[in-house]
T-cell receptor
Framework: GAVVSQHPSRVICKSGTSVKIECRSL??????MFWYRQFPKQSLMLMAT?????????EQGVEKDKFLINHASLTLSTLTVTSAHPEDSSFYIC?????????????FGPGTRLTVL | AQSVTQLGSHVSVSEGALVLLRCNYS??????LFWYVQYPNQGLQLLLK??????LVKGINGFEAEFKKSETSFHLTKPSAHMSDAAEYFC?????????????FGKGTKLTVNP
């Protein structure tokens, strides 16, 4: 089946630094990828929709300048948390859509645990 | 706005017993509904989805769910639990008229299977 990877799986950084998280579709091309954030014991919250070759679409309340998304190819999207602070500590999950039709299946990555000290 | 409520953050069953995970949705239009499973340190995997066809949907690993419009529910069931079913389960809803694949997730239910 379709596989989505994320790197790194865990990252610990100091406050004020930037962290880049990669999301790759390993065996399929994904024109659309999604980035979610999951707090402990809470839902996955959609942060942004990433479309290859165009600017990401951010959900209301998500800071565009803080969470930079780049979808440079059909198999790679990156999320950069800029000037990270402890409140940005969370579990970040990406998904990639296989296919071109509406509601084609989203395949999820294993997530990245970010801890900001 | 759409929302999903999963009743019970933790459910514990004995091996071989019925599994019932509850999901209620709120939507102004007939929704599309999904169940995902997440094993430790892994991504979410689609179990099944309802997209306005048959109201009883069969998924992988012996799970099924029934869409009940009158009850705004989409509960997930499995007749006989297996130890390997222990995981976190998420119900999600999507607006079919939204023109995108955006999903709204419930908070999840952690299923424990006791030997």
């Amino acid at each position: 089946g379709a596989v989505v990877s994320q790197h790194p799986s865990r990252v610990i950084c100091k406050s004020g630094t930037s962290v880049k998280i990669e999301c790759r579709s390993l065996d399929f091309q994904a024109t659309t990828m999604f980035w979610y954030r999951q707090f402990p014991k809470q839902s996955l919250m959609l942060m942004a929709t990433s479309n290859e070759g165009s600017k990401a679409t951010y959900e209301q309340g998500v800071e565009k300048d803080k969470f930079l998304i780049n979808h440079a190819s059909l198999t790679l999207s990156t999320l950069t948390v800029t000037s990270a602070h402890p409140e940005d500590s969370s579990f970040y999950i990406c998904s990639a859509v296989a296919g071109t039709g509406y509601l084609d299946t989203q395949y999820f990555g294993p997530g990245t645990r970010l801890t900001v000290l | 706005a759409q929302s999903v409520t999963q009743l019970g953050s933790h459910v514990s069953v004995s091996e071989g017993a019925l599994v019932l995970l509850r999901c209620n949705y709120s939507s102004s239009v007939p929704p599309y509904l999904f169940w995902y499973v997440q094993y430790p340190n892994q991504g979410l995997q689609l179990l099944l989805k309802y997209t306005s066809a048959a109201t009883l949907v069969k998924g992988i690993n012996g799970f099924e769910a029934e869409f009940k419009k009158s009850e705004t529910s989409f509960h997930l069931t499995k007749p006989s639990a297996h130890m390997s079913d222990a995981a976190e389960y998420f119900c999600a809803v999507s607006d079919p008229k939204g023109g995108s694949e955006k999903l709204v997730f419930g908070k999840g239910t952690k299923l424990t299977v006791n030997p």
